[in-house]
């Protein structure tokens, strides 16, 4: 079975994901710990978020739209519309799916995930898109990682933490 995972970095204090869109933090350490966790997996990210990042290379970038009426092949790239088309487009012996954005993305498939990979920003500012709330009663934290410093490469401090799902919804 399919394991979905989500991967964000969000603001520890309000869970804020971007503002104006763009990330409101520049964080080059953590971009290493997000290659590390989605290459060479399929890879779920909304339309608007595509166009920000571009297509992210060793890795199959499956994008979500609702301003296409067709699924349209390109290298590495499917475009799709539906949670449920997105999902069907991956093979079955893939183990783990990551899901990396934006906010209506992450909406669509947390009731469904199985696992999230958290950055914790310390930031605290504004923000005009939001990362789920991640409850203490339906998620259980299995890993955390060394507090990570700002420093010159790094415009805050953050710590990765994983939560695993204490079970379905249903």
């Known amino acids: 079975m399919k394991k979905i995972s989500l991967i964000a970095a969000i603001s520890k204090f309000n869970f804020v994901i971007g503002y104006e869109n763009d990330i409101p933090w520049k964080l080059p350490d953590d971009l290493s ?6 290459i060479k997996k399929p890879i779920i990210v909304g339309r608007t978020t595509h166009e920000c990042i571009g297509t992210l290379p060793d890795r199959l970038n499956i994008i979500m739209t609702n301003k296409r009426s067709e699924k349209i092949f390109e290298e590495e790239k499917i475009w799709v519309t539906s949670r449920e088309e997105a999902l069907l487009s991956i093979s079955e012996d893939i183990k783990e799916i990551m899901v990396i954005g934006g906010e209506k993305i992450y909406k669509l498939f947390f009731p469904i995930a199985d696992r999230l990979y958290i950055t914790y920003v310390d930031y605290f500012g504004l923000g005009d898109v939001f990362f789920p709330f991640i409850s203490k009663n339906r998620w259980r ?5 060394d507090a990570i410093r700002s420093d010159h490469r790094n415009s805050h401090s953050y710590i990765h933490k994983i939560f695993d799902r204490k079970e379905k919804y249903l």
């Open 33 to 38: 710990w997000f290659k590390k966790k989605t």
């Open 141 to 145: 934290c299995s890993y955390i990682g």
